[in-house]
């Protein structure tokens, strides 16, 4: 086969947007393998070094933050935990509520909608005062609950499960009727399993996102137990800097690889259930 | 009392749109009905308050005995089959069957026994694990009607289940869900625009016009007696031929031709209709066609042609006469073969 000078280009354009992507983690990857001594006197590694295990360990096992009593595993934990809780409980509220401005034709539903999707422009950093009023006077401060439900509404995902159960003919509906589904059993056996591909995408999106929530655990947790990877970045090894010891820049990049793994290992999952659904439209 | 009894129904839309006017029809247990009319006549509207799916904004409807008029359309033991068939299409054929069954709490053996039936039935056994996607056009319908037959409905409702499939197949299906009817015996309204269909599958007819029932009868009555205009020309292919015509003292006179007593009191403007297949050819006969076009179907033929100022006037020809383009025909119309209908109200007044 002839290749085309366009291929070429085209081939070019994509290798390097991968090189783009990929050399950052490979950089810190490499570096994360190194002593803290080499990488401060020669910089940035593109090779491996030797201390793989030992700083890895050390990463996972050491008690950070200022009582020394958190360690990057409980760290990961809390994370895991509150991403979790956020995706599956974003996708669960915004498929009902769409569910319910699709099909209950009400009055209000068209203003609701439009409410709900005003909220957008409304992010939680905007909010953030009134929010934490409301989580600390519930006594929800530092608890895993009042990490998760100020997050777990969101207008994106209704507006897509709303987009997608509008695509789905009124027959269906009229057919499931006659043979018998009520409400709820028309949400469970027909919408949850025909937007099955929309839920993972969404639970992606919706985990990456509460897992790289930053302020709000900030603010929220004065616990070290409920610190989260993303707030640990920056808290836990704040002392080297001030000490006579040298900055720990190898845990760091060690830090930011073990951070990558938990949502990486989610699109990896979930990626199966997202081409599954590329190639076999049921539509 | 009748199995499905309709009284004065009528279906007043939101927004003012009169679907449905005060449509009173009686259909008895075991009866394959009818409805026809073209797009937009209210049949389906008609069709879809029977299964509960519209409300019924004044009348009544009495099922098997029983007022429906706020029975949950779960609860009325209706089937219905829809155009684009709406199958699950997450669900494999068999729980596409089973689904309806599940709802109804019956047992797991009771249910694989009626879909083994069914399936059987229709011939779908081979495909039960397929899912829909997977099955041919024919496929789907057939278990579209599998869904419908396997709760043994008091009544199955058929909204153009047709009209989706390609020439051929509509014939075969066709075929199939009037066999299928007489075998399963339930009682059936079935829905349509194409009035070969209409007139093939159905025991009786209604056909409905601007939300009424212009006339109601077995097929052969409305072809040999439409009532109205309308009728006439909705009932029967290729379509009646139309004239513009006078009746006076029992005579008719058409642009060039007269008809003498004619069995009719009524004075004034007339439209005279006379199908395709009722003129015959003849020597010195009334009326004179130039032939401009010939299609030949092989068993007979199709000839369009012009009578003076009339254009697209058809009469069907037997099959081995040839006829070509520019002849000119004179043709009588068979004994009482006519129809004539007032211009204004389009009533039948002969």
């Given at each position: 086969m002839k290749i085309k000078p366009l291929q070429i280009v085209a081939h070019i354009i994509l290798i390097i947007g991968v090189l783009l992507m990929v050399l950052p983690i490979w950089i810190s990857f490499a570096s994360s393998t190194h002593e803290n001594v080499s990488i401060l006197t020669e910089g940035m590694r593109f090779t491996l070094g030797e201390q793989f295990s030992r700083n890895y360990n050390e990463v996972l096992n050491e008690k950070g933050g200022w009582s020394e009593e958190v360690t990057a595993a409980k760290m990961f934990i809390n994370s895991f935990i509150m991403a979790l809780g956020i995706a599956t409980l974003k996708v669960a509220i915004s498929a009902m509520s769409a569910y319910a401005l699709v099909y209950y034709r009400f009055k209000l539903a068209v203003p609701i909608f439009w409410l709900i999707f005003i909220t957008l422009l409304v992010p939680l950093e905007v909010r953030i005062f009134p929010s934490y009023k409301i989580v600390s006077d519930l006594g929800l401060t530092n608890s895993y609950t009042g990490l998760i439900l100020p997050l777990v509404a969101s207008a994106t995902a209704t507006f897509f499960f709303r987009q997608f159960y509008k695509t789905i003919p009124d027959e269906l509906l009229e057919s499931a009727k006659l043979d018998g589904a009520n409400a709820w059993s028309f949400f469970i056996d027909f919408l949850v399993p025909l937007s099955k591909t929309m839920i993972a995408a969404m639970f992606i999106f919706m985990f990456v996102y509460g897992y790289s929530q930053y302020l709000w655990p900030l603010i929220m947790t004065t616990a070290e137990e409920y610190w989260t990877v993303v707030m640990g970045m920056k808290?836990?090894?704040?002392e080297s800097y001030e000490?006579?010891?040298?900055?720990?820049t190898a845990e760091r990049f060690a830090y930011i690889i073990l951070s990558m793994i938990p949502p990486v290992l989610v699109v990896v999952f979930l990626q199966k259930w997202f081409i599954k659904g590329l190639i076999q439209t049921e539509k | 009392m009748s199995f499905l009894d309709l009284k004065n129904v009528t279906k007043i839309y939101p927004n003012g749109t009169k679907a449905v006017h005060e449509t009173s029809l009686s259909i008895n247990e075991g009866e394959f009905m009818v409805f026809v009319g073209?797009?937009?006549?209210g049949k389906s509207t008609l069709l879809r308050m029977v299964a509960g799916l519209e409300d019924i904004t004044e009348g009544h409807i009495n099922l098997d005995g029983k007022l429906i008029n706020e029975v949950d359309p779960s609860e009325r033991d209706v089937a219905m089959v829809f155009q684009n068939y709406a199958l699950y299409p997450h669900m494999n054929v068999y729980n596409n069957l089973a689904y309806g069954l599940k709802n109804r709490g019956i047992d797991k053996e009771t249910i694989e026994q009626k879909v083994n039936d069914a399936a059987k039935l229709l011939q779908i056994s081979d495909f039960?694990?397929?899912?829909?996607?997977?099955?041919s056009g024919g496929q789907r319908q057939r278990v579209a009607m599998g869904r419908a037959i396997v709760r043994n409905p008091k009544i199955f409702l058929f909204d153009e289940p047709l009209s989706n499939l390609d020439a051929k197949l509509r014939i075969q299906m066709r075929l199939e869900i009037k066999k299928l009817q007489q075998k399963v015996g339930v009682t059936s309204i079935f829905v349509t625009h194409d009035q070969v269909e209409a007139m093939t599958l159905a025991d009786r007819l209604a056909v409905i016009n601007d939300g009424i029932i212009e006339q109601l009868g077995t097929p052969i009555e409305i072809y040999n007696n439409p009532k109205s205009l309308f009728v006439a020309g909705f009932i029967g292919s290729p379509q009646m031929n139309f004239l513009d015509a006078n009746l006076n003292n029992k005579t008719l006179s058409a642009e060039n031709f007269e008809i003498k007593n004619i069995e009719s009191d009524y004075n004034g403007e007339v439209t005279l209709g006379i199908r395709p297949e009722h003129l015959i050819e003849t020597e010195n006969g009334l009326i004179n066609l130039k032939v401009e076009l010939v299609e030949q179907l092989g068993s007979d033929n199709l000839v369009y042609g012009q009578i003076k100022n009339i254009k697209d006037f058809c009469y069907r020809s037997p099959g081995n006469q040839t006829i070509k383009k520019g002849d000119t025909l004179s043709l009588n119309i068979e004994e009482n073969k006519y129809y004539i209908f007032d211009k204004s109200t389009g009533k039948r007044v002969n």
């Open positions: 808290i836990i090894y704040t000490g006579v010891a040298l900055p720990r | 073209p797009s937009g006549c039960l694990q397929r899912k829909p996607s997977m099955l």
